[in-house]
């Protein structure tokens, strides 16, 4: 990746911190998960809900350092609204993200400017920053019995 790509991404995780989209708590929420990264000291809440027509919506407050709290924007901007099928491929997606050492290519169409995390991969101490609001998601998810699996067909 080169320098310039990298300080691209850090401008975009920055401005996600400091102007989040879509945050605050979802009222009506059919589940909700508050989960702590004690390491960084991060906190996220995530609500979330399928509305008739089958698309979700997610609310979430949390505080913590940006990388987290840029994740949960990033998040709910992918998944305020779409699809289960598309709400599962982009927790997919970011997931595997996190997990590819930096070395991913991400899709753009799939994660928007969830690419911007391919660099936090590189830092381990950091994954579990990015993935909190993603947890968050899916332990909400579940106790909504929102299941992704249904959207697979
Ligand atoms: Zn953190």
Not at 106 to 127: C, M, Q, S
């Amino acid at each position: 990746m080169s320098s310039n790509v990298e300080s691209l991404y850090q401008e975009i995780i920055l401005d996600h911190y400091k102007h989040p989209r879509g945050s605050g708590a979802l009222a009506g929420a059919s589940g909700e998960s508050h989960q702590v990264n004690p390491t960084c000291g991060d906190e996220v809440t995530v609500g979330v809900d399928l509305d008739e027509s089958g698309h979700v919506h997610v609310g979430y407050e949390g505080q913590g350092c940006s990388i987290s709290q840029a994740s949960a924007s990033v998040m709910s901007e992918l998944v305020e609204g779409a699809t289960l099928a598309d709400m599962a491929k982009a927790e997919r997606a970011f997931v595997e993200l996190m997990h590819s050492k930096g070395n991913a290519e991400p899709d753009e169409e799939v994660l928007g400017d969830g690419v911007a995390f391919v660099g936090v991969a590189k830092y381990p101490a950091r994954i579990k920053c990015a993935l909190l609001p993603w947890m968050a998601l899916q332990d909400a998810r579940l106790k909504a019995g929102i299941e992704i699996d249904k959207a697979e067909g």
